[in-house]
């Protein structure tokens, strides 16, 4: 079935380093992407989104990157801190408009290790 | 900004008993809600759509008669997971989506339950 999903279940990175976190999706009708963070017995929660008319999209610290080519999402983290260890998860909605509620599909997940 | 309330965090009960877990939108009115259950080292799976005033819809492969939704109130959706066995044990997240414009949706989550049937 169609799902979205991370290419690497574990990131190691330096203090100060940039991450990069990678997610692939199947669904070419997904038209609106979240990435989301998780720590330990909590709760996602928001980073950062994009639109499927979008190719970038930039926060404090983060950006996301979306290539509808080759259906691919990224998470990239610039001076990634410790407080950024996490479980990190892209998301996905088909048809964000179409209704006031609309369920996210997850992708597997990628763990986020930052060592000082 | 919005804020999605879980209750209870974590719940230990004996095998064979119900638990009922809620989930509040504490400053929006939530039509719909949806109920996730996570396993250990895993992603969240969508168990059901909570829908305010009629029946919930669930994902393929999730019991309904277990796993009972009621979307009472625009403000409160309730999970209860009944005659709970050890394989049940999971987090449970629930989330809500609030459309600010038809531009601009976004969706908050809860703490999350962490349900241990012993």
């Known amino acids: 079935g169609e799902s979205v999903g991370l290419h690497l279940p574990t990131l190691s990175v330096q203090e100060g380093d940039n991450s990069i976190i990678n997610c692939a999706y199947s669904?070419?009708?997904?038209?609106?992407f979240i990435w989301y963070k998780q720590e330990s017995g909590k709760g996602p929660q928001f980073i950062i989104d994009?639109?499927?008319?979008?190719d970038k999209r930039q926060g404090q610290r983060v950006t996301v990157l979306l290539n509808k080519t080759v259906k691919h999402l990224s998470l990239q983290i610039a001076a990634t801190q410790p407080g950024d260890s996490a479980v990190y998860f892209c998301?996905?909605?088909?048809?964000?408009?179409?209704?006031?509620?609309?369920?996210?599909?997850f992708g597997k997940g990628t763990t986020l290790s930052v060592s000082s | 900004g919005a804020v999605v309330s879980q209750h209870p965090s974590r719940v230990i009960c004996k095998s064979g008993t119900s638990v009922k877990i809620e989930c509040r939108s504490l400053?929006?009115?939530?039509?719909?809600m949806f109920w996730y259950r996570q396993f250990p080292k895993q992603s969240l799976m969508l168990m059901a759509t909570?829908?305010?005033?009629?029946?919930?819809?669930?994902e393929q492969g999730v019991e309904k008669d277990k796993f009972l939704i009621n979307h009472a109130s625009l403000t409160l959706s309730t999970l209860t997971v009944t005659s709970a066995h050890p394989e049940d044990s999971s987090f449970y997240i629930c989330?809500?989506?609030?459309?600010?414009?038809?531009?601009?949706?976004?969706?908050?989550f809860g703490q999350g339950t962490r349900l241990t049937v012993v």
């Open positions: 989330s809500a989506t609030l459309r600010y414009s038809i531009m601009n949706t976004e969706a908050f």
């Open positions: 669904n070419s009708a997904s038209d609106y």
């Open positions: 998301a996905e909605i088909w048809g964000i408009n179409d209704q006031a509620g609309t369920a996210l599909i």
């Open positions: 909570s829908n305010e005033g009629s029946k919930a819809t669930y």
């Open positions: 400053d929006f009115q939530a039509t719909t």
């Open positions: 994009i639109r499927s008319n979008m």
